[in-house]
């Protein structure tokens, strides 16, 4: 499989007062296109830092980031903002739907905020949102507002929303973190099926150990450091 997302000795250091917090220390990391790979470790190790890193969400402390060889972490800002929108999708523990918005809009808006002049000319961005909600079974919650879906809902409008620009790279921060087993288990099969049908690299940071054994590769955190 050919490398697609590389981090090379990548650091993050927080400082709170005159205090820091190493989070994340000199990590390598390397991820294929089509792979499927699960962060683990405990609370505190570094894997939702390591996912806003490699997603370009955070900045570095020190090391580099690499997309299909060019370095990405050194882009501006504007840059990185841009990349993101075009290669990154990311699903959050807390899914992040924006309230005042019907589930086909949620999906919808990374295709407006990368393309906001062509947006309204064009209904395709809607007919592609409304196809991917039909897909994960919510026909019938598609224009509903997210505070009238059950969780395992609303994280599969949040993994619709992070598929909309077509990323080559998904990064899920706990996604099964706040749905039971049946849901869990649906989100796990949706992100495996993401990975293997669509070729997309999937990088699941979890506490879930059943959802974390469906990848192709474990990776375990400790005190910000590989084991
Ligand atoms: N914005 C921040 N400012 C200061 N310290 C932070 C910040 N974000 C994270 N940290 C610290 O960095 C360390 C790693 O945090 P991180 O959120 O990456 O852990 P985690 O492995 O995702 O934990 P969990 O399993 O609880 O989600 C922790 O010690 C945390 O307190
Ligand atoms: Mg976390």
Redesign the pocket.
């Known amino acids: 499989m050919s490398e697609i997302l590389r981090a090379e000795k990548i650091s993050?250091r927080?400082?709170?007062g005159d205090k820091y917090?190493?989070?994340?220390n000199s990590v390598d990391l390397s991820f294929s296109k089509g792979e499927c790979v699960s962060?683990m470790?405990?609370?505190?190790?570094?894997?939702?830092?390591?996912?806003?890193l490699l997603g370009l969400i955070?900045t570095l402390s020190m090391g580099h980031i690499y997309f299909n060889g060019q370095k990405i972490s050194s882009l501006s800002s504007r840059k990185k903002a841009h990349f993101r929108s075009m290669h990154i999708g990311f699903i959050f523990?807390s899914f992040y739907l924006l309230p005042e918005l019907n589930c086909l809009q949620n999906v919808c808006l990374p295709a407006f905020i990368q393309d906001k002049k062509n947006f309204w000319k064009k209904n395709e961005f809607a007919k592609k949102a409304r196809n991917m909600l039909i897909k994960v079974g919510l026909e019938e919650r598609i224009l509903h507002k997210p505070t009238e879906l059950s969780g395992g809902e609303m994280q599969r409008v949040a993994i619709c929303r992070s598929l909309m620009n077509e990323p080559s790279v998904i990064l899920a921060?706990?996604p099964t973190?706040n749905l039971d087993s049946k849901n869990s288990d649906m989100i796990a099969n949706m992100l495996q099926s993401i990975s293997k049908k669509e070729n997309k690299t999937v990088i699941i940071?979890t506490?879930n150990e059943s959802l974390a054994h469906r990848a192709d590769k474990i990776v375990i955190?400790k005190d910000?450091m590989i084991q």
Do not use: N
């Open positions: 993050k927080f400082k709170i917090v190493d989070a994340l962060i470790g405990p609370s505190g190790s570094g894997k939702s830092t390591l996912l806003y955070d523990q921060d706990e973190g940071a506490h955190l910000g």
